[in-house]
């Protein structure tokens, strides 16, 4: 079929359709940074070398633009950058892994810091890899102590060493930045304050926000009987809007409930006749309260669900173990298994006694009339009841009623002769038989998915078991048989049949209706303990999709360093972090992957960290 000719009318029409679209998707990302009420832009700055500071980073951007600001050593500082007409936000971070992934997850931009005396060591190379795999957002790349190097023609193949070594983890760098140099400095800041958002996947499908401040209403004291309180989180929203009724995860504290949503404009000073009014913007606006559909903290269903359904199954036995393959969902062929040939009348000659039938071999072809169907079991019982004759040979059958013959096979092996070997050939012997199972065993660890067939053997006869073999992956998992070792919890855990299109049909549930991305609020929890009141500081807060804080069984196929020699013991204790929450489990490790047919999980992988983790050295 020849392709469709479009007409330039069409095409206009296409490419103006193609730069609308461009257009309102680059005003949705920049419209929440735009107007002075407009979203600080979160900068991020990285130290990756032990002999340089974030701290004195900041202070080099600032003094390029004449800003005087106190800036910590940790935390976080807010700038106003007149001449662009922004806010910065930074978040000053020491060289700490968890500290670094918690500020690269809600940062805008990410600044890493090199030296330009130093390299990077492994605990920065650590992070580089850590926050590349976490996902990462728009970054750039700056060098401190660039004017102790000497001496200075050696500066510039310094700088160009620097951004050889950065663009192997980050290959969109386009340069080096030297906050020595007050010109390059102020280009970066004006980078900072203009370059569009990229984003991260995973954040951009959710709501989320940078806590600026927390608070606790209920002081010290618990307003519940059970030690639990009210806490307010202060911050602007970002990414989807802010919804009531989904939960929200505040870093490591857990998921929690939502009071209210209230507006939390900064606070505005309006000149009077000759005076200054403070105007407190935090009056009661509340912008959204919960309904019916909020969600729950249930992570398992009710237990009285899965007794209404348990009548559905028939009662479950331990099943014995037996070596084989399920063909076609009914049949088990086992190798330990007898099998009984189906009996077969022979067509035997009219008169023909038992005694002589067995004589007959069952592929006996005659086409002649004087032959007739001859049942075997049928004479057996008509036998029983009829009186013994000479000629039946009666006392040459056993008792299964199997024929013994004069030149029958026996049941018992041919002897044979052994001989008694020397002590050097039995010493040769065994060091050989030794020698080829440590090659099957390498060969089958190297190759653990082929065997080797003899030149003279059938494959299609070597392999004729596995004919009608479903295939693992389009086939239903089978678990009536492991239903005796299933936990008490597994039928309670959450089931997505098609997960792919459960997924999109709740992330499209989120894209409408909240509260709006850049309006900052105050967004008001409650159930949080208030043994968190002297935790450390969470750093964002970020809102779950529907369902999302339910228990399930999920594998990781997880990638060990190549500076880990030695594989990870099964149930070690690892920290795996998905998004944005971070766990810690006992996964299960497994050096192949088990069919998915006899995979479970386990009590102890599923109740600490609700994922189940599968390891793959």
């Not at 490591?252 to 009014?277: H, S, T």
């Not at 086939?475 to 997960?499: H, N, V």
Request: charged share 30%; with cysteine.
């Amino acid at each position: 079929m020849a392709p469709q000719v479009m007409s330039k009318f069409d095409r206009r029409n296409r490419a103006k359709q193609m730069r609308l679209n461009k257009d309102n998707e680059h005003s949705r990302s920049t419209n929440v940074f735009a107007g002075k009420d407009g979203a600080p832009r979160v900068v991020a700055i990285i130290p990756l070398c032990s002999d340089v500071s974030a701290a004195a980073a900041v202070r080099s951007l600032n003094s390029s633009l004449d800003i005087e600001e106190e800036v910590p050593e940790a935390g976080w500082t807010r700038t106003n950058v007149d001449r662009f007409k922004q806010k910065v936000q930074y978040l000053v971070v020491q060289r700490d892994l968890l500290a670094t992934l918690d500020a690269c997850r809600v940062a805008d931009f990410v600044v890493f810091v090199l030296s330009a005396q130093e390299e990077v060591d492994a605990e920065g190379e650590l992070i580089l890899k850590s926050v590349e795999s976490q996902g990462i957002s728009n970054t750039f790349t700056v060098v401190q102590s660039l004017e102790k190097v000497e001496p200075a023609k050696q500066r510039p193949s310094v700088v160009s060493s620097l951004k050889s070594y950065i663009t192997h983890w980050l290959p969109s760098t386009e340069r080096v930045y030297s906050l020595d140099n007050r010109q390059e400095a102020s280009n970066l800041v004006r980078s900072l304050c203009t370059t569009t958002t990229k984003g991260i996947r995973w954040r951009d499908q959710r709501s989320y926000m940078f806590i600026e401040d927390i608070a606790w209403p209920g002081g010290k004291t618990a307003v519940s009987g059970d030690g639990t309180g009210e806490v307010v989180l202060t911050g602007v929203v970002r990414g989807l809007g802010l919804k009531a009724d989904r939960l929200i995860q505040v870093g490591d504290w857990g998921d929690f409930q939502v009071e209210k949503i209230v507006a939390a404009p900064l606070e505005v000073k309006k000149r009077g006749k000759g005076e200054v009014m403070e105007i407190d913007a935090e009056a009661d606006n509340t912008l959204e309260r919960p309904s019916e559909d909020q969600d729950d903290l249930a992570d398992l269903a009710p237990e009285e669900a899965i007794m209404d359904d348990v009548t559905n199954y028939a009662p479950s036995m331990a099943p014995t173990e037996r070596k084989g393959v399920l063909l076609d969902d009914h049949h088990y062929f086992s190798d330990e298994e007898e099998e009984y040939e189906k009996v077969r009348p022979k067509r035997l000659p009219k008169g023909t006694s038992t005694y002589q039938s067995a004589w007959y071999l069952d592929d006996l072809s005659d086409s002649g009339s004087d032959l007739e169907d001859y049942d075997m079991e049928d004479v057996a019982e008509a036998g029983q009841s009829q009186p013994a004759h000479p000629a039946d040979g009666v006392e040459g059958m056993d008792l299964d009623g199997k024929a013994m013959t004069e030149g029958g096979p026996s049941e018992y092996p041919q002897s044979e002769m052994f001989l008694d070997p020397s002590p050097e050939d039995e010493a040769e012997q065994i060091e050989a038989y030794r020698k080829s199972k440590r090659t099957e065993a390498d060969e089958d660890l190297e190759f653990p998915d082929e065997i080797e067939l003899h030149p003279n053997v059938n494959a299609r006869e070597r392999l004729i078991r596995y004919r009608g073999l479903k295939s693992l992956k389009t086939s239903p998992w089978e678990t009536e048989e492991d239903r005796p070792y299933e936990p008490e919890e597994w039928q309670r855990l959450l089931e997505i049949s098609d997960y792919k299109r459960t997924a999109t049909k709740f992330m499209r549930e989120a894209w409408a209706g909240g509260v709006k991305p850049g309006t900052r609020v105050s967004v008001h929890l409650r159930g949080v303990p208030l043994q968190f009141q002297n935790a450390p500081r969470p750093l964002a807060m970020f809102s779950l999709l529907r369902h999302e804080h339910k228990r399930t069984a999920c594998n990781y196929s997880i990638l060990l360093s190549s500076e880990h020699e030695a594989p990870i013991k099964s149930k070690t204790e690892l920290i795996v972090q998905c998004g944005p929450r971070r766990m810690v489990i006992n996964p299960v490790s497994l050096r192949r992957p088990f069919s998915k047919h006899i995979q479970l999980l386990t009590t102890t992988a599923l109740l600490p960290s609700r994922q189940h983790a599968q390891q793959r050295p």
